[in-house]
């Protein structure tokens, strides 16, 4: 059942080929991709939405033939576009079909202005077949030809109809071949569960009916091979003349609920009645909706040959071999299954590394089978770095590069890629492969099972023993001293949920240590132990002073202790002062008469007054600069250069609308 090859398959044996399936991580995206991939591996299962790839995980598609496209960037498919020369296009890629989807700028951005980035990118040598919708005949529903009204009754149907009008205007002006397919209602394999039919049918396995709406109202149920195999058909048989036209997918056939619930009870023996009016009825339930499919049978010679009720048989037997309950199910309601990781690597003086650095990290991602984005913060570094990741930018565009105007120090390069990541958990890590790419999917474990932060706890450094010692020694005094419990031997290298990173950048202090942030924030959090190895290449950028000021930054960030201390040592030096007034008065007049005024002491006391004195205020010092540098809200970091792909954003304004646009 699930790995049974199409009866269509010389069909698709026969398509031009590279083949491109935009939206393929959609219902019927998912099922078009399959079913050629099963004959053919030159087709590419094009997706923008993580939320919905889980369909591509489930079918266990190799990440090669997964290509990672916003159709909403010109820029974005033109890559795609020139790197792979697709001959064949399917484009199933639409936002607003369903009630959830109510982002009406997005309706029209993703089904209107999507199908116009991809239609300019493609050449008169292509064949493009557009997914439409026969609710773009909207109040006009009843067996509507094609040449009919077109009465849309939604911003989804509107731009729908937008999206059948481009395809003819390209077909006429540009010459290329175009085809809108009108599809009415499609059920069966990878169908959403929360639809009607999968919900039909997983009540129907356990003799049960789910809640109906009334019974009068009508669909025409398509069953998803046969649209499958009109998508093929169209492809095939495209010519000059029919080019830029569009056709109804379906069978003619007007059924109703009632209709739908007693073929299902019949197929399936169910004994129980129905329950009409238990579900509301939607605005969109129209009691007369079905389809005419002449045209394109006469064009194209394809009908659908599945009744309804060996489709819905055909479905249940799909579900049982699919394990729905609880295997399907869970990856459905679980977005985390196929997620975006963002890499955010914070670079200075590591051109060399940087290469070594994408190619551990991609071949990580790709193991793991999710989503990346790499973010290369290029920190001012006086070498070669920005050349080498415009370089790596120019072959990926799920890389991004963003250059600063000076060196702003590691925290403030994680926080400039922390605000423009897109990913479902950022890691952050240095650019000198200290922090090992080979460590993110112990990260990646922890966090499918709840945790949002996970950090890498160091157990061993490679390096001197001596050096090894003052890092050890320094995270057990910070960790004794602060006043939030901060892990012991945590550096920066963790990966980060979504959530905690909006608040660690929402957060508006100038001066951040990023590792006493995380546990500032709080979260469910844990650690992965590691091993940190010596740096690949170069020298460390670290010394003693930077050494020192570090822990001096993170001393002062999370711990009043040296202010405590001070009182302490304030309020006992008091009483020793009074208890050695109260000796000296005991002594010269009853125990010691003789006792010289001495030199010495008085020259100790002032010296050793005086360092205390100049101790404390130099911790008054260090909290005051604090509140200095606060109270200037000087910018963490001034980006002047951000390099998305193969678009670069230089001005001020173009870095500042795109930080805009990205920062969710």
């Given at each position: 059942m699930l790995d049974h090859l199409p009866v269509y398959r010389d069909k698709i044996a026969a398509l031009k080929g590279p083949v491109f399936v935009f939206g393929a991580s959609g219902f019927i995206g998912a099922n078009l991709f399959n079913d050629i991939f099963k004959i053919r591996k030159d087709c590419y299962a094009v997706t923008h939405d993580a939320t919905k790839a889980w369909r591509l995980k489930l079918l266990n598609v190799p990440f090669e033939n997964i290509i990672h496209c916003d159709i909403l960037s010109d820029n974005s498919i033109k890559e795609v576009f020139e790197k792979y020369k697709p001959q064949t296009i399917f484009n199933l890629a639409a936002y607003g079909a369903y009630s959830k989807q109510n982002n009406v700028n997005l309706t029209y951005e993703t089904n209107v202005l999507g199908t116009v980035?991809?239609?300019?990118?493609?050449?008169?040598?292509?064949?493009?077949?557009?997914?439409?919708?026969?609710?773009?005949?909207?109040?006009?529903?009843?067996?509507?030809?094609?040449?009919?009204?077109?009465?849309?009754?939604?911003?989804?149907?509107?731009?729908?109809?937008?999206?059948?009008?481009?395809?003819?205007?390209?077909?006429?002006?540009?010459?290329?071949?175009?085809?809108?397919?009108?599809?009415?209602?499609?059920?069966?394999?990878?169908?959403?569960?929360?639809?009607?039919?999968?919900?039909?049918?997983?009540?129907?396995?356990?003799?049960?009916?789910?809640?109906?709406?009334?019974?009068?109202?009508?669909?025409?149920?398509?069953?998803?091979?046969?649209?499958?195999?009109?998508?093929?058909?169209?492809?095939?048989?495209?010519?000059?003349?029919?080019?830029?036209?569009?056709?109804?997918?379906?069978?003619?056939?007007?059924?109703?609920?009632?209709?739908?619930?007693?073929?299902?009870?019949?197929?399936?023996?169910?004994?129980?009645?129905?329950?009409?009016?238990?579900?509301?009825?939607?605005?969109?339930?129209?009691?007369?909706?079905?389809?005419?499919?002449?045209?394109?049978?006469?064009?194209?010679?394809?009908?659908?040959?599945?009744?309804?009720?060996?489709?819905?048989?055909?479905?249940?037997?799909?579900?049982?071999?699919?394990?729905?309950?609880?295997?399907?199910?869970?990856?459905?309601?679980?977005?985390?299954?196929?997620?975006?990781?963002?890499?955010?690597?914070?670079?200075?003086?590591?051109?060399?590394?940087?290469?070594?650095?994408?190619?551990?990290?991609?071949?990580?991602?790709?193991?793991?089978?999710?989503?990346?984005?790499?973010?290369?913060?290029?920190?001012?570094?006086?070498?070669?770095?920005?050349?080498?990741?415009?370089?790596?930018?120019?072959k990926d565009p799920n890389v991004v590069g963003i250059s600063h105007s000076r060196n702003f120090g590691s925290q403030s390069a994680f926080l400039s890629g922390m605000e423009i990541a897109t990913g479902d958990c950022v890691v952050l890590m240095d650019g000198d492969l200290q922090d090992p790419p080979e460590i993110i999917p112990a990260f990646y474990e922890k966090w499918m099972d709840g945790y949002d932060v996970v950090y890498g706890v160091r157990v061993q450094r490679e390096m001197k023993p001596h050096i090894h010692f003052f890092y050890k020694s320094f995270y057990k005094v910070f960790q004794g001293l602060s006043y939030i419990p901060i892990p012991r031997d945590a550096g920066d290298f963790s990966m980060i949920d979504r959530k905690v990173v909006k608040e660690l950048v929402d957060l508006p202090e100038t001066e951040q240590f990023l590792r006493g942030l995380r546990a500032w924030v709080g979260f469910k959090q844990t650690g992965v132990p590691y091993v940190r190895p010596e740096r690949m290449f170069g020298v460390s950028t670290n010394n003693w002073t930077k050494n020192i000021w570090w822990a001096k930054k993170a001393i002062f960030s999370f711990s009043f202790a040296p202010l405590e201390l001070m009182s302490y040592a304030g309020f006992a030096l008091t009483g020793l002062s009074i208890?050695?007034?109260?000796?000296?008065?005991?002594?010269?007049?009853?125990?010691?008469?003789?006792?010289?005024?001495?030199?010495?002491?008085?020259?100790?006391?002032?010296?050793?007054?005086?360092?205390?004195?100049?101790?404390?205020?130099?911790?008054?010092?260090?909290?005051?600069?604090?509140?200095?540098?606060?109270?200037?809200?000087?910018?963490?970091?001034?980006?002047?250069?951000?390099?998305?792909?193969?678009?670069?954003?230089?001005?001020?304004?173009?870095?500042?609308?795109?930080?805009?646009?990205?920062?969710?």
């Open positions: 980035n991809i239609l300019q990118n493609c050449t008169k040598e292509m064949v493009y077949i557009h997914a439409g919708s026969s609710s773009e005949y909207g109040f006009n529903c009843t067996s509507p030809k094609e040449t009919d009204r077109v009465e849309p009754n939604s911003h989804y149907a509107v731009s729908k109809v937008s999206a059948a009008y481009l395809l003819e205007y390209y077909a006429k002006v540009a010459g290329l071949k175009t085809l809108n397919l009108r599809l009415y209602s499609i059920y069966g394999y990878w169908e959403e569960p929360d639809r009607l039919i999968p919900r039909l049918i997983e009540n129907a396995r356990k003799k049960g009916l789910p809640s109906l709406v009334s019974p009068d109202i009508s669909r025409d149920f398509v069953f998803v091979e046969d649209c499958v195999e009109a998508f093929l058909d169209a492809a095939l048989k495209i010519d000059d003349e029919k080019s830029g036209r569009s056709y109804n997918i379906a069978t003619g056939r007007k059924t109703t609920m009632g209709d739908l619930v007693e073929v299902t009870r019949k197929a399936f023996n169910i004994a129980k009645e129905p329950e009409w009016g238990s579900m509301s009825n939607r605005k969109w339930d129209l009691a007369e909706w079905f389809g005419d499919p002449t045209a394109f049978e006469n064009d194209f010679g394809w009908k659908a040959r599945t009744s309804l009720e060996d489709g819905l048989v055909r479905y249940s037997q799909w579900q049982d071999a699919v394990q729905y309950e609880t295997r399907l199910i869970p990856a459905f309601e679980n977005p985390k299954l196929n997620p975006i990781i963002t890499a955010i690597i914070a670079c200075y003086k590591d051109a060399q590394a940087i290469p070594f650095m994408y190619e551990r990290l991609v071949k990580t991602f790709n193991e793991l089978k999710v989503r990346y984005e790499i973010i290369f913060v290029n920190d001012s570094s006086p070498d070669n770095q920005e050349e080498v990741i415009n370089a790596i930018c120019d208890l050695g007034i109260v000796w000296q008065i005991l002594a010269k007049f009853f125990f010691y008469p003789d006792t010289p005024r001495g030199l010495s002491t008085v020259i100790i006391l002032v010296v050793f007054f005086g360092g205390l004195t100049i101790l404390g205020i130099s911790f008054l010092g260090e909290y005051i600069t604090k509140i200095f540098e606060e109270t200037k809200k000087r910018p963490k970091y001034i980006r002047t250069r951000i390099r998305r792909g193969p678009k670069a954003y230089k001005t001020a304004d173009e870095i500042r609308a795109l930080v805009k646009q990205l920062r969710k």
